[in-house]
């Protein structure tokens, strides 16, 4: 395959395998750092902590996945994450994707324009600016540390990126679809459901699969909403590490057990994923 890929003449094959080089010098620094976490958990302790540290454990070793296993709550941080940024995903692309596809059909209207407009300022707002407001309001509601409160405070903040995203796919499909099944007695709702929606299913997926990175990395919501009971892994692999103790083992395990979920969903849904960005990609 490689060897098709080659041109015809010497300077095209040169700067082909300059691009390739290129690309595996990329590949190797972005997926370095993961691998050094993924042999580190099968490290000793005492060999993850070392002043001399090595790339290959010397001994294959369980050691910090059983010390994990004893960590209080370990189990309930991980399900949290799951419902958190599953529950908000869902939310997210529910509602995001009718909004878009109502945003889409009136683009030329005054206010679908201003919509748009919102949404772009929305998604350019940083999120430490509106952290604390969204904590003072949890904490004015009696909802910290409330796992639903969680999952809203998900879903609100990644609505602006869910309606970007959308609004790209349903403006590739063509409004003659909405027209023939309003000819045939469609309402806007059931041509939504039943026409519409069928074909947008890459798009909605490789947005899912976008958000529910966006929720299950978060930290600093996390970190502001919970305590205990809400405590999501990131804030969870945050305490490992303190002032008076240096759990490196044990917080190797819990990442790697952590980045398994985004692996998973990233291999098996990778035809949409890529599929979906090249249907967002089309303009009218």
């Known amino acids: 395959m490689f060897a098709e890929r080659l041109g015809r003449n010497g300077r095209d094959n040169i700067w082909i395998l300059i ?25 000793p302790s005492n060999e993850v902590i070392s002043t001399s540290p090595t790339f290959f454990p010397k001994v294959l070793s369980i050691e910090n996945y059983i010390q994990l296993s004893q960590y209080t709550g370990m189990g309930q941080f991980f399900l949290n994450s799951i419902v958190a940024a599953t529950a908000g995903t869902l939310i997210c692309l529910i509602l995001g994707s009718m909004a878009s596809y109502a945003i889409s059909r009136t683009a030329a209207s005054k206010l679908s324009g201003f919509f748009l407009v919102l949404v772009l300022c929305l998604k350019m707002i940083p999120m430490s600016s509106i952290a604390v407001p969204i904590y003072a309001l949890i904490q004015k509601f009696g909802f ?12 609100a903040v990644n609505m602006p990126f869910v309606l970007w995203m959308m609004i790209s796919f349903f403006k590739a499909i063509p409004i003659d679809m909405d027209e023939a099944a309003s000819i045939d007695g469609a309402s806007p709702l059931v041509s939504f459901r039943k026409v519409i929606l069928p074909i947008t299913i890459p798009g909605i997926i ?8 966006l929720a299950w990395n978060d930290f600093l919501l996390a970190l502001l909403l919970t305590s205990s009971s809400a405590k999501t ?3 969870a692999l945050s305490e490992f590490l303190t002032a008076y103790n240096l759990d490196l083992g044990p917080m190797t395990a819990a990442a790697t057990l952590f980045s398994f979920p985004v692996i998973i969903i990233s291999f098996f849904l990778q035809k949409y994923l890529v599929s979906g960005m090249l249907a967002g990609s089309v303009k009218e």
């Open 19 to 43: 691009m390739y080089g290129a690309a595996a010098l990329f590949l190797m620094l972005f997926i370095f750092p993961y691998l050094y976490m993924l042999l580190s958990s099968f490290k």
């Open 144 to 155: 910290y540390d409330y796992l639903p409160a969680l999952v809203v405070v998900y879903a």
């Open 206 to 213: 490789s947005t899912g699969i976008f958000t529910f990175l």
């Open 233 to 235: 892994v990131p804030v």
